[in-house]
C-alpha cells in the first residue's frame, strides 16, 4: 500500500502535536508517559516555595509541584502535588514545606505514617506544616541576640556618659598622674627583681646547701616517724587508760569508805577516837613533864609517891 504524500504530512501534523503536549506537560511537571497520582496540601503561606519545585520520601525526589493556587473562602494556599513512586503514603502522613539549604530555595517532603493502614488515595488532601529551615532558626538565634547587644550598647553608651561627667579635668589629671606612679612603682618593681635575682645567683650555693640540709633533716623527720610509728604507742596508751580507770576505781572505794583509807576519810566515828586519843596523849606528855618523878622514882629512902592529879586543858595551854 502506497502511503500518499497527505497522509505522511497528517501523521507528521500529529507527531508534532502529541511531541508539543508532550513537552508542555513535561515542563509543567507532568509526565504523561508515567503513571502517577495527584494529592493537596493547604497552607497559610507558602512564600520561597515555587511550582515545579521537588516532593522528596526521605530524601528522594518521588514527585513534583504542579500549581499553587489561592482558595477565596479560606484565603489558604493549595499546593497540588504529583507523587511518581507507588510507595505508600498513609492519611496521617503530614507534608512539610522545608528548606534543604541556603541556595536551592524550599521544597516539599512527605513524612510518612508507617503505622497508619489506611491509604491515601488520588485526590487526598494532607495536612500541611511549615519546617523552621536554617535561615528560619538564624534569624530566631540571632534576633535575641540581637536585642542583647543593642542592650548592651545602651548600657555602654551610659556607661560612658557618665565616666565622661565623673572625669573633670581635675580627675583626668589625677588619673595621669596615678597612672605616671603606677609605671614609676613598676620601674622600681623591676630594678627590685633583678636585684633579688642578683642575691639569688650570688647566693646560689648558700641556698643549694640549705636545702641539702633541709632535705636531710626532712629524711630524719622521717625517720623518727617510721620509729614512732613501729613504738607500740597505742599498747602505751591503752595501759594508761588502764591506770587511769584504777586510779579512778580506788577514788570511787575512798568516796564509799571501803578499806582502811576509804574509812579513815568517811568514819566520823575513828576520826573522834583518834582525836580523843591524840588528846589523852597530850596530856599524858604534859603530865609527863610537870611530874616526872611520878613515872621515874628514884629514891635512897623510899619515899612515897605523889597522887595523881589529872592535868587541866588550859594549863597544858598555858604551858
Same mark, same amino acid.
Given at each position: 500500500?502506497? $502511503? ?5 504530512t497528517?501523521?507528521?501534523?500529529i507527531a ?6 508532550w @513537552? ?9 508517559l ?5 494529592f ?8 520561597g516555595?515555587?511550582?515545579?519545585? &521537588?516532593?522528596?520520601?526521605n530524601?528522594? !525526589?518521588?514527585? *513534583?509541584?504542579?500549581?499553587i493556587?489561592l ?16 510507595? &505508600? $503514603? ?9 528548606? &534543604?539549604?541556603l541556595i ?9 505514617n ?8 488520588? @485526590?487526598?488532601?494532607?495536612k500541611? *506544616?511549615i519546617?523552621p529551615?536554617? !535561615? @528560619?532558626?538564624?534569624?530566631e ?6 536585642e542583647?547587644?543593642?542592650k548592651?550598647a545602651?548600657? +555602654? ?14 580627675s583626668? +589629671?589625677?588619673? *595621669?598622674e596615678s597612672i605616671?606612679?603606677?609605671?614609676s ?6 630594678k ?6 642578683q $642575691?639569688?645567683?650570688? #647566693? ?10 633541709? #632535705? ?6 622521717s625517720?623518727i ?7 607500740? $604507742?597505742g ?7 588502764q591506770?587511769?580507770?584504777?586510779v579512778d576505781?580506788m ?12 574509812k579513815?576519810? !568517811?568514819d566520823?566515828?575513828?576520826?573522834? #577516837? ?17 611530874? &616526872?618523878? *611520878?613515872?621515874?622514882?628514884?629514891s ?5 609517891? =605523889?597522887?595523881?592529879?589529872?592535868? =587541866? ?5 598555858? #604551858?
Amino acid at each position: 500500500m502506497k $502511503i500518499t504524500r497527505e497522509i505522511k504530512t497528517a501523521i507528521l501534523v500529529i507527531a508534532s502535536i502529541l511531541l508539543f503536549i508532550w @513537552g508542555y506537560s513535561f515542563l509543567q511537571g507532568r509526565d504523561l508517559l508515567s503513571s502517577y497520582r495527584m494529592f493537596y496540601v493547604q497552607y497559610e503561606n507558602v512564600e520561597g516555595l515555587s511550582s515545579s519545585a &521537588p516532593v522528596t520520601i526521605n530524601g528522594l !525526589t518521588v514527585g *513534583r509541584i504542579t500549581k499553587i493556587e489561592l482558595i477565596p473562602a479560606t484565603g489558604k494556599l493549595q499546593v497540588e502535588i504529583q507523587v511518581k513512586s507507588d510507595f &505508600p $503514603i498513609s492519611k496521617s502522613s503530614t507534608v512539610d514545606i522545608y528548606e &534543604p539549604g541556603l541556595i536551592g530555595g524550599k521544597q516539599i517532603q512527605i513524612v510518612p505514617n508507617l503505622q497508619d493502614t489506611q491509604l491515601a488515595e488520588s @485526590g487526598y488532601t494532607f495536612k500541611g *506544616r511549615i519546617v523552621p529551615g536554617l !535561615t @528560619g532558626l538564624v534569624g530566631e538565634k540571632l534576633t535575641p541576640l540581637q536585642e542583647k547587644i543593642e542592650k548592651v550598647a545602651l548600657s +555602654a553608651d551610659v556607661l560612658l556618659t557618665n565616666l565622661n561627667d565623673v572625669l573633670d579635668a581635675k580627675s583626668k +589629671a589625677n588619673l *595621669r598622674e596615678s597612672i605616671a606612679k603606677l609605671n614609676s612603682l613598676m620601674d622600681e618593681f623591676g630594678k627590685a627583681s633583678k636585684s633579688v635575682n642578683q $642575691i639569688i645567683d650570688k #647566693n646560689q650555693a648558700n641556698i643549694d646547701g640549705s636545702l641539702a640540709n633541709l #632535705n636531710k633533716t626532712t629524711a630524719n623527720f622521717s625517720k623518727i616517724s617510721d620509729t614512732l610509728a613501729k613504738a607500740k $604507742i597505742g599498747q602505751a596508751i591503752n595501759h594508761f587508760e588502764q591506770s587511769l580507770k584504777s586510779v579512778d576505781k580506788m577514788m570511787s572505794n575512798l568516796e564509799q569508805g571501803k578499806g582502811t583509807m576509804g574509812k579513815l576519810l !568517811t568514819d566520823d566515828q575513828l576520826y573522834k #577516837n583518834l582525836n580523843s586519843t591524840s588528846t589523852e596523849l597530850e596530856l599524858l606528855l604534859q603530865d609527863l613533864r610537870l611530874n &616526872p618523878t *611520878r613515872y621515874i622514882n628514884v629514891s635512897l629512902f623510899g619515899k612515897k609517891n =605523889k597522887p595523881y592529879v589529872a592535868p =587541866k586543858p588550859q594549863d597544858s595551854i598555858s #604551858n
